[in-house]
């Protein structure tokens, strides 16, 4: 559990740091995978667990990152290259984060059975939510909101072995719908504006 | 009334599914007019099934008054969004501004939009109520996107950004609300029920409770459109088709707030009420407060009414913040009386900016002259907008200014009234510019389709008609709501 924490951890640190779009959506492969071995490992021997395990799976870990790999292929020149805060201020705030919600955790939750997930999964939330503001590539911003997503999943799986069953499943259903969504706008962007860099966006004011 | 909310639910489905199978753009029209009809006359019955028997619930569904005249607003909202969107659309087509297959898109995208705003509505569970949100984001993503031009696909990222992030925040407070419902020992099968909630509200653990609010407040409050995370509403607003804009402004502004209020009534039964009073007075003043410049000088007419919209949710926000029984009816019968209203201004300003081939107000010149119906519609409705009395909305927003005085705060009442005066202003100053003047010479005049005039005419009887006198049994269900929403049954 604490190996599998940390590791999380490391995989929205490298994030912080890529700036091929290719690379950005492995690594969320990744650790979407292991979000799944979180809920397998917690969840030994309960039907709930098991089915949000293989879902996320195959939606986290199988669909999503299919779908963006689609669209990264047809964005052959695009890479982050002028990010609002770079790589290695990044990574020094995502650190920050990272001893900042242990401080908090320690703090205020002394008493939570698996303290070090809570951590990490605050810590991931709020690593996302800087990945998003900082990052102007669409799918970075993508990445972003998946990790943020992830986060918050492994913090209803730590804090209360996950949310009743049908509205995991709502959740589920809502995530895929998103990235399709977003999917299909970065293509229109390609399309309109031959570029996915969205600091282009910035038509509309007053 | 579990068979009324399963029609409900499956009556725009259904419509969204059989028009993407049409071939004729008559055909398409007739079609969803029909079923926009049925599915706001089966709303209506449950609506009156709830006025005389009282809240129901079975299973995941649960509705009472509050949830009733949401209903409304969505039933009166659907079927006028349908009746313009004929008329629009007609219009988009035969300028081919658009193509046929993105009529077809067009109406499937709006009945599955409708759909999960009714599904907002239905629920009794925090946690499907986040789901169900979440789900008339993404299902209006695409209909903010429509035209696909560049200004349409900077107004739908930044709508789906902001508002998933904003969601994702709504989502961590309701896990740390089910994890002090979890830890107070209430069983699986309560989770995240308010129902459940409000019977042990007492045994939270106010620290995280607090915690929780603030999550969800910002959470919903974006997608409420309440300053300072009001950023993606103007640039939504105005690029949508405009049926879209008031269904937006009018309904799922509204479903964000019903939101917010219900998640309140668990949480301000949980800590003391008084921080979370004044956390929401803060928001409110300050979105009406933003909106002020926006309105003073603004360039663009839809940006106009999508301001005017941050400043009404900031009006029921500061509702909810005075917190007392008058203060909360006034801000449910504003969140109606709003609705009803921007939608139509919505609506009407599709039409002149069809006519004028422009949204800029310094395009738009005598209104009364080139479109006197519309025109009129038009002036009547920013009237009514801007709270001149007899209309309905003047009702509603002197309830809460009265409540403001009422509950000891005159300060704020006296603030309140002195913002509404800049936006009284604001708005009043840019439409006699555009309804009075010299109509630019060349223009053809277009002809409006009999069913958007239906439309425009029955919602401007029901704004009159409210304004003045108030149906006793919707008097009754407003009373219930301001009721329950203050945490009673």
Redesign the interface.
């Known amino acids: 559990m604490q190996t599998l924490a940390i590791l999380l951890l490391f995989s929205a640190f490298l994030l912080t740091r890529v700036n091929r779009l290719t690379s950005a959506v492995h690594i969320l492969l990744v650790q979407s995978a292991m979000v799944a071995a979180v809920c397998a490992i917690e969840g030994t021997g309960s039907m709930h667990m098991l089915v949000a395990a293989i879902l996320t799976v195959v939606i986290k870990a199988g669909l999503i990152p299919y779908a963006l790999l689609r669209v990264v292929r047809q964005l052959r020149h695009e890479r982050e290259v002028n990010p609002i805060i770079g790589p290695n201020a990044s990574s020094v705030a995502a650190a920050a984060i990272i001893v900042m919600i242990y401080a908090i955790v320690d703090r ?1 939750l002394p008493s939570v059975v698996s303290w070090d997930a809570v951590a990490a999964s605050l810590a991931l ?1 709020f690593i996302g ?1 800087m990945l ?1 503001i900082t990052r102007r590539q ?1 799918i970075l ?1 993508i990445v972003g ?1 998946i990790t ?2 992830n986060g ?1 999943y492994l ?2 799986l730590s ?2 072995h996950g ?2 069953l ?2 995991e499943l ?2 589920f ?2 995530v895929l ?2 990235v399709s ?2 999917v ?2 970065t293509y ?2 390609k399309k ?2 031959q570029s996915t860099d ?1 600091s282009i ?4 004011k ?1 | 009334m579990r068979d009324l909310i399963c029609i409900a639910l499956a009556l725009p489905l259904a419509a969204g599914i059989i028009t993407m199978f049409f071939k004729q753009k008559s055909a398409i029209k007739t079609v969803n007019i029909f079923f926009s009809l049925c599915t706001s006359s089966v709303l209506l019955w449950l609506i009156s099934r709830i006025a005389i028997e009282g809240p129901f619930k079975s299973g995941w569904f649960y509705v009472d008054a509050l949830s009733a005249i949401l209903l409304l607003v969505v039933a009166i909202l659907s079927l006028t969004a349908t009746l313009f969107s004929a008329s629009y659309m007609e219009r988009e087509l035969a300028e081919e501004k658009i193509k046929f297959s993105a009529l077809k898109r067009y109406y499937a995208l709006l009945q599955l939009f409708i759909f999960t705003m009714i599904g907002v509505l239905v629920v009794e569970n925090l946690g499907l109520m986040w789901v169900g949100v979440e789900a008339t984001t993404l299902a209006s993503t695409l209909l903010v996107a429509f035209y696909f031009n560049r200004s349409a696909l900077e107004a739908a990222w930044k709508y789906v950004m902001v508002c998933n992030v904003g969601i994702l925040f709504a989502l961590l407070g309701t896990i740390l609300l089910y994890y002090t419902q979890v830890a107070a020992g209430s069983p699986e099968e309560d989770a995240l029920s308010w129902t459940a909630l409000q019977v042990i509200s007492g045994q939270l653990d106010p620290m995280l409770v607090k915690l929780a609010f603030s999550f969800i407040l910002i959470g919903y409050g974006t997608k409420a459109g309440i300053a300072p995370m009001h950023t993606w509403l103007p640039d939504a607003h105005s690029q949508a088709p405009s049926p879209i804009s008031g269904l937006l402004s009018g309904a799922l502004l509204s479903c964000a707030l019903y939101a917010i209020i219900r998640n309140l009534v668990v949480l301000q039964a949980a800590v003391d009420s008084a921080f979370i009073h004044s956390a929401l007075l803060v928001f409110g003043l300050l979105s009406v407060a933003i909106a002020v410049p926006f309105i003073l000088i603004q360039h663009d007419l839809k940006r106009l009414l999508a301001y005017s919209s941050v400043e009404h949710m900031g009006i029921v926000t500061v509702g909810l913040g005075i917190g007392t029984h008058l203060a909360l009816y006034g801000a449910i019968l504003h969140i109606l009386n709003h609705a009803v209203v921007k939608s139509l201004l919505f609506n009407l300003v599709g039409f002149i900016s069809q006519q004028y081939g422009s949204k800029q107000i310094m395009r738009i010149r005598g209104l009364f002259s080139v479109m006197p119906t519309i025109g009129t519609m038009f002036m009547l409705a920013i009237l009514a907008i801007v709270g001149t009395p007899p209309f309905s909305i003047f009702l509603s927003k002197f309830t809460i200014v009265m409540a403001a005085f009422e509950a000891g705060s005159p300060l704020l009442g006296l603030g309140l009234l002195l913002l509404l005066a800049g936006v009284f202003a604001g708005m009043l100053f840019y439409t006699t510019r555009m309804v009075f003047g010299v109509a630019p010479k060349r223009l053809v005049r277009m002809k409006i389709g009999i069913s958007a005039m239906t439309a425009g005419i029955l919602s401007i009887i029901w704004i009159v008609a409210t304004g003045v006198y108030l149906p006793s049994g919707l008097e009754q269900l407003l009373d219930q709501a301001a009721t329950i929403a203050m945490g009673g049954r």
Do not use: Y
């Open positions: 205020t939330v939510l998003i669409a911003q909101l943020m997503e918050l913090l209803g804090t209360t949310l009743p049908i509205i709502g959740i259903f809502d719908v998103a969504v977003l299909i706008l229109r962007l309109s504006f969205t966006l910035k038509k509309l007053g």
